[in-house]
């Protein structure tokens, strides 16, 4: 039987809350996903589903307790140290947030912001991360690479600045992507198109996909 790439077990975050009362955001959640296999968390705003990814990568804010176990690889993730974590993110796991224009440097250009991202993990000069970003850029088909590469996050369209997130997010060739409702700041037309690239990086890259969205139909168009 093939082995699960990650296993999530009985998973619950909980908050400080006010007088003394704890607010729980996640409660028991559980799903296995398989090297190349898509799976789809779906719910309504505030239901976990982006608590939940977040705990599993170590990116909640102090203060919250997590308990439960999160196995990558049969290595547990729950109860290890920032710098433990930052050995499984962007390698193992990566991670495309909901808001580009957020996410992003707005100070930095794009190229210099994907180029940092495949340095943090692979032992590389400036100029081979730099002609890296601009393959990746090629990769996500945006159009014109080595020209956009320089440019700034506020010279791209949502759709691109979506795209170069997702370029960022496969800088070291994660094992598993974590698609954190990545359209829903687009429109229809380019929500598909997204939609369309991370299934077609997948299948390329082999790469297993975390889908979280509060849109069925978005969830009910992925078929893999």
Do not use: W
């Not at 296999?37 to 990814?53: D, F, N, P, R, Y």
């Not at 930095?108 to 850029?137: P, S």
């Not at 997010?169 to 698609?179: E, M």
């Amino acid at each position: 039987m093939t082995e699960a790439l990650l296993e999530v077990e009985d998973l619950k975050v909980t908050f400080p809350g006010r007088r003394h009362r704890e607010v729980r955001a996640v409660d028991g959640v559980s799903y296995t996903i398989y090297a190349g296999q898509t799976l789809a968390i779906v719910g309504e705003s505030g239901s976990g589903k982006t608590v939940s990814c977040r705990a599993v990568m170590g990116l909640l804010p102090p203060g919250a307790v997590v308990t439960g176990s999160a196995r990558f690889g049969g290595a547990e993730l729950i109860g290890l140290t920032d710098e433990q974590l930052r050995q499984h993110r962007g390698a193992d796991v990566a991670m495309v947030f909901q808001d580009p224009a957020r996410s992003l440097n707005p100070v930095m250009r794009v190229g210099a912001q994907i180029a940092e991202a495949v340095r943090a993990h692979r032992d590389v000069t400036r100029a081979e991360a730099k002609a890296q970003a601009v393959d990746l850029l090629r990769l996500v088909h945006i159009p014109l690479p080595e020209r956009r590469s320089a440019e700034y996050p506020h010279q791209l369209s949502g759709g691109m600045r979506q795209r170069v997130m997702i370029a960022i997010a496969l800088a070291c060739r994660p094992r598993l992507l974590i698609a954190d409702e990545a359209t829903t700041a687009l429109d229809v037309t380019t929500q598909a198109q997204i939609m369309e690239l991370m299934l077609e990086l997948q299948a390329e890259l082999g790469t297993a996909l975390l889908l979280i969205s509060h849109d069925l139909g978005l969830a009910g168009g992925v078929r893999r």
